[in-house]
C-alpha cells in the first residue's frame, strides 16, 4: 500500500516498509533504471516510513551526481561487448582480434556481472595474483596488460573516475628467446636447395628474402611485384596479409605500427634472386604476390614448415618466421655495425627508448639504405645466392674457416 504523505514509500502485503523509483533511461543500454528496497545503505530494515522516505532521498541525490557518469550502473559485460570490443575491433589486425579474445572471455566470465564502478584496486590485485600463481610469467603479464588495456580504454572514456590498475605492478615475466641463424647457418641452408627445382627456388627465395630484408612474416606474405622497384633496387613495405579462413586472404594497406610504412633499399644479391623467381613464377604480374607459388600466396604455416624442413636438413637450429626477422637484425648489428635507431628504422620498429618528434620520425622512416653495405658483406664472406659460387672457406672477423 502506498504511502500519500511519503510519496515512493509503501508496505507490502506482510506490512513490511520499502521504497521504489525508477530513474531516466540509461544512456548506454536505453533501459530505464528501476530501485527498489527494503534496507537502508547500512542493511538495516526499514522501521518507519519517514527513514525509508529519507534513504530515498539518498537514492536519489546519489543517482543525480552519478548522472553524469555513464558507466556507473554499467555492467562489465556491457561495456566489453558494447564499448571496449567494437573499438578494439578496428584498431588490431583479424588475427590479433581473435588471438585476445580467449583473454576477453576470460575477463567477462570473472566480472562480466559486476559494474564497471564497482571494479577497484582491490578486484584488480586479486585478478593479478590468481594470473600469477595460475599462469607462466610471460602468459600472465600478456594478459595483465590486455585487462588493463580494456580499463584504461573505460577511464579515457570518462565511464569510470580512476584507473584502478595504476598502482599495481605488471608480472614479472621474461623476455622470449628467439632463436635465430647467423650468416654461417645461413650459407649452410642456401646449400641445401636445389635451385633447379620450381619448389626448391621457392622455398630459397622465401628463406633469402625474409633474411636480408627483416620483413615482419605478414609483411612479407603481402609483396606483390609492383612493391619493389628494380632499377632503384628498393622495395616499398605498405600492407599485411590476414587469413580470414576457408582459403581467403585479404591484403590489407597497413603494417603492425605506423614505422612500418617503409622503404627497404636491397642489396645486389637479392635484386638478383627476386629478378630470377620472377622470370620462373607461374603468375608474375605486377599484382601478384611475390611468394606465390601458382598464384596463392604463401601462407604463415608453410613459411614454418619450410624453415623446420630447411633446417633439419642443414643440421641448424630450427626457426620460426620471426627468428628469420631477428636474424636480420642480427647480421645489421653484428656484421654490418649498425646502431640500435637504424635496425629499428629499416624493420619499421618504434623505437621505445627515444621519444622521436613527427618530423623526424616521418624523415627518417622514408630512408632507404643498407644495400650496398649488404652487397659488400655477402662478397667479402663469400655468400651467395648461388649455392655452387659459394666457397666452401672464407674469411671471418680475419680468420680462416
Not at 242 to 269: C, H, M, P
Not at 343 to 365: P, W
Not at 372 to 401: E, M
Request: charged share 30%; net charge positive.
Amino acid at each position: 500500500m502506498a504511502n500519500k504523505k511519503y510519496r515512493g514509500v509503501s508496505r507490502d502485503k506482510q506490512g513490511r516498509i520499502y521504497y521504489q523509483t525508477e530513474f531516466k533511461a540509461n544512456n548506454i543500454t536505453g533501459k530505464r533504471q528501476r530501485k527498489k528496497s527494503y534496507k537502508d545503505q547500512f542493511g538495516n530494515p526499514f522501521r518507519s516510513e519517514k527513514q525509508a522516505y529519507d534513504e530515498l532521498c539518498r537514492v536519489r541525490v546519489e543517482f543525480q551526481m552519478k548522472d553524469n557518469n555513464d558507466g556507473y550502473y554499467l555492467s562489465f559485460s556491457q561495456y566489453m561487448e558494447e564499448v571496449y570490443l567494437p573499438y578494439y575491433k578496428q584498431t588490431v589486425q583479424a588475427v590479433t582480434y581473435r588471438t585476445a579474445l580467449t583473454h576477453h572471455k576470460m575477463f567477462v566470465e570473472i566480472f562480466g556481472s559486476k559494474r564497471l564502478s564497482e571494479i577497484d584496486v582491490r578486484e584488480c590485485e586479486k585478478f593479478r595474483i590468481y594470473l600469477i600463481e595460475k599462469y607462466s610469467p610471460n602468459y600472465a603479464k600478456g594478459v595483465w596488460i590486455r585487462f588493463k588495456h580494456c580499463i584504461g580504454y573505460a577511464e579515457r572514456l570518462g565511464y569510470i573516475d580512476e584507473f584502478p590498475c595504476k598502482s599495481l605492478d605488471n608480472p614479472k615475466g621474461k623476455r622470449p628467446d628467439t632463436k635465430f641463424w647467423t650468416l654461417e647457418d645461413l650459407k649452410k641452408v642456401v646449400a641445401t636447395f636445389d635451385l633447379r627445382d620450381y619448389e626448391e627456388r621457392h622455398r630459397f627465395t622465401a628463406i633469402w628474402l625474409y633474411f636480408f630484408t627483416g620483413l615482419r612474416v605478414s609483411e612479407g606474405l603481402s609483396l606483390i611485384w609492383s612493391d619493389i622497384d628494380f632499377d632503384k633496387k628498393l622495395l616499398h613495405v605498405q600492407s599485411t596479409l590476414e587469413y580470414e579462413g576457408n582459403g581467403v586472404f585479404t591484403r590489407k594497406n597497413q603494417t603492425k605500427t605506423s614505422a612500418g610504412i617503409r622503404w627497404i633499399e636491397l642489396d645486389d644479391e637479392t635484386v638478383n634472386v627476386l629478378q630470377k623467381w620472377r622470370s620462373i613464377q607461374v603468375e608474375n604480374d605486377d599484382d601478384s604476390y611475390v611468394l606465390a607459388r601458382f598464384g596463392k600466396p604463401l601462407s604463415k604455416c608453410t613459411l614454418s614448415r619450410i624453415l623446420k624442413r630447411q633446417a633439419k636438413k642443414a643440421g641448424v637450429e630450427v626457426i620460426s618466421g620471426k627468428g628469420l626477422r631477428h636474424s636480420h637484425d642480427s647480421f645489421l648489428i653484428n656484421v654490418l655495425g649498425k646502431d640500435v635507431l637504424y635496425v629499428s628504422q629499416r624493420s619499421g620498429r618504434v623505437d621505445k627508448a627515444t621519444t622521436l618528434n613527427t618530423y623526424a620520425h616521418i624523415y627518417e622512416s622514408q630512408k632507404a639504405t643498407g644495400g650496398k653495405d649488404i652487397t659488400q658483406a655477402l662478397f667479402k664472406f663469400g655468400v651467395s645466392a648461388n649455392p655452387t659460387k659459394t666457397p666452401l672457406r672464407f674469411i671471418l672477423d680475419g680468420v680462416y674457416l
